[in-house]
C-alpha cells in the first residue's frame, strides 16, 4: 500500500527552527503551521502550502511559503521597525532555504528547496487600522523525493 505524501510544511517548520541564524530573528516569536495569533505580539511564521507544481501531483513539487508576520511596535516592545523584522525574517528564510539540499525528512523521504520569489511587503489591516500586521512572505518549490533503501550485505 501507497504511504501518503509526509506532511512538507511541518518538516520546514522543524528544519527552519533548528537554524540559529533564523531562530535569532524571531525575538522571542513562533514558527507554526497554523492559525496566526489573535492578539498578535511577537513575531510569528507561518509556514504552509500555497499549491504543487506540474500536472502530476506525485512529482512531489509543493510550492512552500514562508510567511513572517509582526505587530507593530507598540503591541510587541520591539525597538525595531516591523517592517524590517518581517523582511530579516523573509530574507533569511529565503537564503537558507534557497540553500536547502537533499534534507533528510525520514527513512523514506528527503527533499529540497529552489527559491521561487519574494520577500514581498504586505499589510494586514483587518483587525483594526490601530492593529496593523506587517507581513513579507516568500515562496519556495520543494521537490519532495524518495530515499533510496540503503543495501545491505
Known sequence: MRQPMPYVPGAIRAWLLDQPGFVDLL???A?????LPDPLVKPHVLV???GHVGPDPMLRRLMIQV???APG?????LDEDPDVTVWNLAATAGELLGRAKNVVLDDKHAWSATW??????????NRGIDRTL?????????HLR????IASN
Do not use: N
Open 116 to 125: 521561487v520569489d519574494g520577500p514581498i511587503q504586505l499589510y494586514d489591516r
Open 48 to 50: 504552509s502550502t500555497v
Open 146 to 149: 524518495r530515499r533510496q533503501p
Open 67 to 69: 510567511t513572517p508576520w
Open 73 to 77: 511596535r507598540d503591541a510587541s516592545g
Open 31 to 35: 514558527v507554526s503551521t497554523r492559525d
Open 134 to 142: 506587517y507581513q513579507a512572505p516568500v515562496r519556495f518549490q520543494v
Open 27 to 29: 525575538h522571542g516569536g
